[in-house]
């Protein structure tokens, strides 16, 4: 990916996400892998939120299953495993545990898929997670903290829209997304997060498409 830029929001992005929800469903359906649940995730699934316009999309696993045959059983939708622009680029293998939570069960996958870039959605960014990954729950709790506070969502678009201006001349999104963490942290205060299952190590939330 170049730089970030935040376009406004497109009422259209909810359907499109789910679009390729069902299509990942099936293709895990049809290559016998277990799945626990999709979810729309990140600023694109925030009615009224700026963002970059690429679908975030968490999977959940019961447990992590094998890359080669996740990776041939998107072959079909041509979503590839993504590698990261640097060595040590966020959230590509592994999620940074959030504060206060649990750290076990943050491997991850990551895959990506570049879209039309005249279309709604210029990508596909799919997060498969484990079920119990505190992190998991954290994206959850933060997209419905932002639906349910349009103040804080304002002031996530500002961050946002300043971080994509001092990021202008980036060759991919990794000191953008790493400027965010203040902002998390005062969000993850604010939200009362973790919750007792988040630091548990207990099951997250069930999760429909």
């Known amino acids: 990916m170049a ?89 590509v293998d592994v999620d940074t545990p959030r504060p206060g939570s649990d750290a076990r069960h943050h491997e991850k996958l990551l895959y990506f898929r570049e879209l039309d870039p005249t279309g709604p959605a210029q990508g596909v960014i799919l997060h498969v997670r484990r079920a119990d990954s505190p992190f998991a729950d954290f994206v959850i709790a933060f997209r419905d903290w932002l639906r349910a ?25 990794d000191d953008y997304t790493r400027a965010k963490s203040v902002f998390m942290d005062r969000a993850q205060a604010a939200m009362g997060w973790p919750r007792a299952s988040a630091t548990s190590g207990g099951s997250a939330p069930s999760l429909e498409g």
Not at 26 to 43: C, D, L, N, R
Not at 149 to 169: I, S
Request: charge should be negative.
């Open 3 to 91: 730089a970030p830029e935040i376009v406004p929001y497109d009422p259209v992005w909810p359907s499109v996400a789910s679009r390729w929800i069902r299509w990942i469903r099936e293709a895990f359906a049809q290559a016998g892998i277990p799945v626990a649940g999709f979810e729309h995730i990140g600023s694109t699934a925030v009615p009224g939120l700026a963002a970059k316009a690429y679908l975030d999309l968490q999977l959940l696993v019961p447990v992590i299953p094998d890359e080669a045959a996740v990776s041939a059983a998107l072959g079909s939708l041509r979503i590839e495993r993504a590698r990261g622009s640097r060595p040590d680029s966020p959230g």
């Open 149 to 173: 506070d349009p103040a804080a969502r304002d002031e996530y678009e500002r961050l946002k829209r300043k971080l994509a201006e001092d990021n202008a001349a980036a060759a991919d999104h």
